[in-house]
């Protein structure tokens, strides 16, 4: 990174904190007057223009004042708050709100997508808990009307699977829970490989059974994400980049087609530990549709067993310190839920 003196570190982090409040090019004099500063207004233009000539700030014409760049950004989000904390009272707040919830995946999703939201006044995303490598808890089997069963295939880590099941003749409620159980007991705790190797007296409705599982273990392996809980759309869109910009709302597509978050998570976060939060600027050169965003995304979960991922999407002007904070206690308290409730 580029080196910079402490006069200049101060002066890019004023800039960045007053354009994130305002949306509008900051200049020299409004800086000297508004903060005080025991120096003059030249000595900081200055200092801008050596900002500018860095890369890290950037003028939108000769008289106006000084805007960050995507550089800027990842300058004062790698140097300077990458540790904030949130304070006290609100993790105090925030866990409280967690633990007067039920102990239930769906809610704890709920909530944790509102807290983001509302803590990053952005547009957040958190995806359900889900298997690392699909492992079988439980399976139901339930009689619907005629030929057809509705399997309910429970993941360990929570996760549940439906499937329908045609089957040659009509089978009664009773002689499916039966094979339902046994085929519990066979399968319970097993992964992919473990099915494709199993080898058990079956009759010719559980070995219909067990081929749908196989089947559908298959396709939860290819999964990235389990289901996506979101909140905070209005807030994103009530920002003057996303108003007024097209180019800005594109971003949002992110949150629009699970083909495009897949892709991000399976190319960013999920490639991380657990416990780290990775800030995305600018797209990286990688994501033209987020050209104008930041993402700021975290894993969360038992290692080797049960993954999810949250985050938030808003304007590259995002309040990064709380942002980045959030998001990071957040992950770890969906890490304790997790291990605590869904890994056996």
């Known amino acids: ?166 089957l040659a003749e009509p089978v009664s409620q009773e002689q499916l829970s039966t094979a339902a159980n046994h085929l519990t007991q066979l399968v319970q705790g097993m992964d992919t490989e473990g099915l494709n190797s199993l080898n058990a007296a079956l009759t010719s409705l559980e070995e219909d059974v067990l081929t749908l599982i196989r089947q559908d273990m298959a396709q939860a392996n290819t999964l990235v994400a389990g289901e996506v809980y979101m909140d905070g759309l209005t807030n994103v869109l009530a920002e003057p980049e996303f108003s007024s910009s097209e180019e800005a709302r594109r971003g949002l597509r992110l949150l629009e087609e699970r083909s495009l978050l897949e892709d991000l998570l399976s190319r960013t976060v999920l490639t991380s530990g657990y416990g780290g939060v990775q800030v995305l600027i600018g797209g990286e050169g990688t994501w033209e549709e987020l050209r104008q965003c930041s993402v700021v995304l975290a894993r969360y979960g038992a290692p080797g067993l049960v993954t999810g991922t949250l985050g938030v999407l808003g304007p590259m002007r995002m309040p990064y310190g709380r942002t980045i904070s959030t998001v990071r206690f957040v992950a770890g308290l969906l890490s304790d839920f997790v291990t605590e409730t869904l890994v056996d």
Not at 15 to 42: D, F, N
Not at 107 to 131: E, I, K
Not at 144 to 151: E, F, K
Request: proline share 4%.
């Open 1 to 166: 990174m580029i080196e910079l003196s402490e006069r200049q570190k101060f002066l890019l982090t004023l800039v960045i904190h007053e354009h994130i409040s305002t949306a509008q090019p900051v200049g020299s004099q409004y800086l000297v007057e508004k903060y005080r500063l025991e120096m003059s207004s030249a000595t900081v233009r200055n200092e801008l223009a050596a900002l500018t000539e860095a890369g890290l700030l950037r003028q939108p014409h000769t008289s106006a004042g000084r805007l960050p760049t995507e550089e800027g950004y990842r300058y004062f989000v790698g140097r300077m708050v990458a540790q904030t904390e949130l304070p006290a009272t609100t993790r105090r707040t925030i866990s409280h709100q967690f633990y007067q919830t039920r102990q239930d995946v769906e809610q704890w999703m709920r909530l944790a997508a509102s807290v983001l939201a509302q803590q990053s006044r952005a547009a957040s995303l958190v995806t359900a808990p889900h298997p690392e490598q699909s492992r079988i808890k439980h399976l139901e089997l339930i009689a619907t009307r005629g030929r057809q069963v509705l399997m309910v295939l429970v993941l360990v880590g929570g996760e549940i699977r439906q499937q329908m099941l045609t």
